[in-house]
């Protein structure tokens, strides 16, 4: 395993020495410092939160660096590095005022620094994989692709303490996008000094109420109170350790032996065992979180809208969710959840959403004759899936479903590390993948987005279809929210008709959390900060 640390060895073993004191209470009476004990479930490949783009990343990033708004305890968008903000009649150009705050090296955190973290973001030299989601603020698609300069991104610093974004269309959203990673500063002082190394102990520098200080690749990273950070006069745990366990016996064993707090996961099918087993600990809710399969349209195989809707049809969601997933979740024939924020309409689904099973079967089965297969050409494909979760119970319940079909159906079913996974799709290297989307922010757009044709490496299909850009970028240009609303639909049902992807299952949340922790809130968008949490009996200081 990787040390990610520059610290020197007498200060590891101290720190090493520390962590054991800390092992057993994260906060009893005889730890050195009191400490919560987070699982997160895969490993971390960065702290960047312009390279990041996974959701277990953010865990630690969220706790380390603060936006011009943030997550509050409910999940809901709050102050961060702003004070407060302003729009113009047309909603096309924000002005946020900035508090009086510093980076953990004493240096001020400005408006200088968002202008700097927002032109970074679009650097094709950064790469990032969530670029895109800010291609709302003016010009940067362009900035983005180098045909206009990082100079004409509609960003600038009136002065140290006012930042003015220009959009390119009015978002009514952009307070709750503004508490996602990707727009957090970052200090350009370290970024410049140690270019990719600014992440690492002993280098990096945050804004918010814990800073890094130390990193093993495949095992743990630890962050400590940075004493002037956002928040950190409300900060009860003065150490927070982030353990990567992707492997449930692992977590289950942590539990039992009195080393973990809080888990970001856990097998949904064993709930009720594990609420006897841990009594309190599994606690789930509704969420902005939809499971659905990508079929690769760009395969010449998969380009047959018959062949697409083949798979979609056999699928028998029903019997998933109520018999292999975690309680709550909901079978899904729609790609936006349930319970979003300005999508007041009826929503779309496909148009066999009712119709028997035997008859869905029956259908699939004529339309792959339809497109040439049969007895003597059979269709077989393989189907990716994540090694986490429910997913692995699921895939072969879908292999069974489409091996229904017809003899000559052959589904390969191939669990895949569910970072190696990402990175496939990434790439558009894969048949049909198992995935999921968890909101970034309470609105439309965040889901169907990911099927524009400009959305690059998160259209994992490369799905293209112009009139569904052209509803999207209408949708963008509607100040009437019931209008707005009403276009979203029109442009999902076209998706939805077009089966770039298949819709699986709305989610629920599911932690394992230490009953004896205070200050945790069920939310939506699953944001539990450490800032807010505390245990019994303790009290920040």
């Not at 011009?68 to 709050?78: A, C, F, N, R, Y």
């Not at 729609?334 to 028997?356: C, H, L």
Request: net charge negative; hydrophobic share 40%.
């Amino acid at each position: 395993m990787m040390l990610k640390s520059l610290m020197s060895s007498t200060v590891m073993a101290a720190l090493t020495l520390s962590l054991a004191a800390c092992g057993g209470g994260g906060g009893n009476a005889g730890d050195e410092m009191p400490t919560l004990r987070r699982g997160i479930s895969a490993k971390v490949d960065t702290l960047d939160p312009h390279k990041s783009s996974a959701q277990w990343e953010n865990i630690v990033i969220g706790d380390m660096m603060i936006g011009l708004m943030t997550h509050g305890q409910d999940g809901k968008p709050v102050y961060g590095m702003a004070d407060s903000y302003e729009t113009d009649p047309t909603g096309l150009v924000w002005t946020f005022k900035l508090g009086d705050y510093v980076w953990s090296d004493g240096v001020p955190v400005t408006a200088h620094d968002f202008v700097y973290a927002l032109r970074r973001i679009q650097k094709p030299e950064i790469a990032s994989q969530y670029s895109s989601l800010l291609y709302l603020i003016k010009n940067a698609a362009k900035v983005n692709t180098t045909e206009l300069p990082p100079e004409e991104l509609g960003v600038r610093a009136i002065d140290d303490k006012t930042l003015e974004i220009t959009l390119e269309y009015p978002a009514p959203y952009l307070p709750g996008l503004l508490t996602h990673y990707t727009t957090y500063p970052v200090p350009r002082h370290i970024v410049e000094q140690y270019g990719d190394a600014w992440i690492q102990p002993g280098n990096i520098v945050t804004n918010g109420p814990y800073k890094l200080v130390y990193w093993r690749t495949g095992d743990q990273l630890v962050s400590e109170k940075s004493p002037t950070g956002f928040a950190a006069d409300q900060v009860c745990f003065d150490r927070v350790v982030y353990y990567e366990l992707e492997d449930q016996t692992a977590v289950e064993n942590k539990i039992a032996a009195g080393e973990l707090d809080i888990n970001n996961a856990f097998d949904g099918a064993r709930q009720a065992e594990l609420e006897q087993k841990f009594p309190g600990w599994p606690r789930t809710t509704p969420s902005l979180n939809t499971t659905y399969w990508s079929i690769n349209s760009s395969q010449e195989m998969f380009k047959d809208v018959r062949v697409r809707k083949a798979l979609a049809m056999a699928l028998d969601r029903e019997f998933i969710v109520r018999n292999v997933l975690t309680p709550g979740f909901e079978p899904a024939y729609s790609m936006v959840p349930p319970g979003i924020d300005n999508y007041a309409v009826e929503r779309p689904a496909v148009d066999w959403k009712d119709m028997p099973r035997a008859e869905r079967l029956a259908e699939s089965k004529r339309l792959l004759e339809a497109a040439g297969y049969g007895p003597g050409k059979a269709f077989r494909f393989e189907f990716i899936h994540r090694s986490t979760d429910d997913n692995p119970k699921a895939a072969p319940v879908a292999q069974a479903n489409w091996a229904e079909i017809a003899p000559w159906v052959e589904p390969i079913i191939i669990k895949q590390d569910t970072k190696v996974l990402y990175a496939r799709l990434r790439q558009s290297d894969f048949q049909v993948s198992d995935g999921a989307w968890v909101a970034d922010f309470d609105d439309p757009i965040n889901f169907l987005y990911l099927l524009d044709s400009k959305t690059g490496q998160q259209n994992y299909g490369r799905y293209s279809s112009p009139e569904y850009d052209a509803l999207l970028a209408k949708s963008n240009a509607e100040m009437d929210l019931r209008k707005r609303a009403e276009i979203f639909a029109e442009a999902e049902q076209l998706m939805l008709n077009d089966y770039p992807i298949t819709p699986m299952w709305y989610q629920v949340t599911k932690n394992l959390v230490d009953p004896t922790l205070t200050g945790w809130s069920d939310n939506a968008v699953d944001q539990h900060r450490s800032r807010f949490l505390c245990r019994e009996g303790m009290k920040a200081e």
